[in-house]
């Protein structure tokens, strides 16, 4: 079969598909998927991100290709919706767990630190502050506190954190979470 197919064999594809075909989806994954990749790394700018955009498209595609209407839309642009749909649903996904992950911190930091105005003595409580948070995170486990530290001073997502540092994405996110109940209980001390 050729990579470039014409809107009949798509629309043949689709159908077969739709009565469960394994073997045509396979098929329209051939022919399809390199450009329908292309455009999922134009919208999420990832590469392994727009993999895993591309495998979800095609598990939709699977499940809702009896609902495809060639009178609504040609294929490829039926299927590109598809992958723009799942890619603007990854960079919001993303999106909102850096802001969780950053709510977390911030939160955290919140408690330890005054707030409004500054003086020489809010200077000094802060360099006291300072210093008992750079106690706190001496007391870290090392991957944990590098895992912490990551987070905040790089703004890095739990997945983003998960892929840099080669690690479970549950791993990264108990020891985020561990991480700051420890420094939590342990600024709670020098408070």
């Given at each position: ?15 077969r598909i739709a009565a469960q075909d394994d073997t045509a989806l396979k098929s329209l994954y ?155 209980a342990c600024m709670a001390r020098y408070a």
């Amino acid at each position: 079969m050729s990579t470039l197919h014409t809107d009949r064999e798509l629309m043949d594809l689709l159908d077969r598909i739709a009565a469960q075909d394994d073997t045509a989806l396979k098929s329209l994954y051939e022919s399809t998927s390199s450009r329908l990749f292309g455009l999922a790394l134009r919208v999420v700018r990832n590469r392994d991100a727009a993999e895993d955009v591309l495998q979800e498209s095609f598990l939709t595609i699977w499940r809702s290709a009896a609902s495809y209407r060639a009178s609504l839309s040609p294929p490829m642009a039926w299927l590109g919706l598809i992958v723009r749909s799942r890619a603007l649903d990854a960079l919001r996904k993303r999106t909102s767990d850096r802001a969780d992950l950053m709510n977390e911190l911030d939160d955290a930091l919140a408690e330890t630190l005054p707030g409004e105005g500054a003086n020489p003595m809010d200077a000094t409580e802060a360099s006291e502050q300072a210093f008992a948070l750079h106690q706190c995170l001496g007391r870290l486990e090392t991957r944990q506190r590098e895992v912490v530290s990551l987070a905040y001073l790089r703004d890095l997502s739990h997945g983003e954190l998960a892929e840099q540092l080669k690690l479970p994405l549950g791993t990264v996110k108990t020891w985020i979470r561990r991480g700051l109940e420890q420094l939590r209980a342990c600024m709670a001390r020098y408070a």
